[in-house]
């Protein structure tokens, strides 16, 4: 958001437990600032947000665009299928754990970082601003 010149107030994050009733506890907080889209830390918290903005009489994404991240399976099987950003959970524990085996191995060497893609998942939670 800051490089599209649009940095988000710290007044815009919401902080919850990352589960579905963590998203559902916050949804009617998260409504009283009119958002015209969320992004969830993670499709959990988009799952909870769901139920809260169904309950409150409003639709993703007619009235708000959710967008989650983890690309869980559950997230093709609730209705709308949930935008999100899928990152690979499977190379980051065997990166993971390819680096601890390593690291006791060879206890001089340094810190290593592993940067994984991520990717954009783009289902029917997201509605395009005209």
């Keep these: 958001m800051q490089k599209a010149g649009q940095p988000i107030s710290n007044d815009h994050i919401v902080k ?3 589960t579905k009733m963590g ?4 949804t009617q907080q998260v409504i009283e600032m009119k958002p015209t889209a969320i992004f969830a830390i993670n499709d959990e918290i988009a799952i909870g947000l769901y139920r809260g903005i169904h309950e409150a009489g409003l639709n993703v994404p007619a009235d708000i665009s959710v967008v989650g991240y ?3 399976d559950l997230t093709e099987y609730i209705s709308p299928k949930l935008t999100t950003v899928h990152q690979a959970a499977f190379e980051m524990g065997q990166h ?3 680096m601890i085996i ?7 060497e340094p810190i290593q970082s592993v ?3 991520v990717k954009l998942v783009e289902r029917e ?3 395009k601003i005209n």
């Design 115 to 117: 940067t994984l893609p």
């Design 16 to 18: 919850t437990d990352l």
């Design 102 to 108: 390593e690291r006791i191995e060879n206890r001089d």
């Design 70 to 72: 983890d690309d869980i």
């Design 125 to 127: 939670s997201v509605k």
């Design 96 to 98: 993971s754990a390819e």
């Design 23 to 26: 998203g559902y506890q916050v």
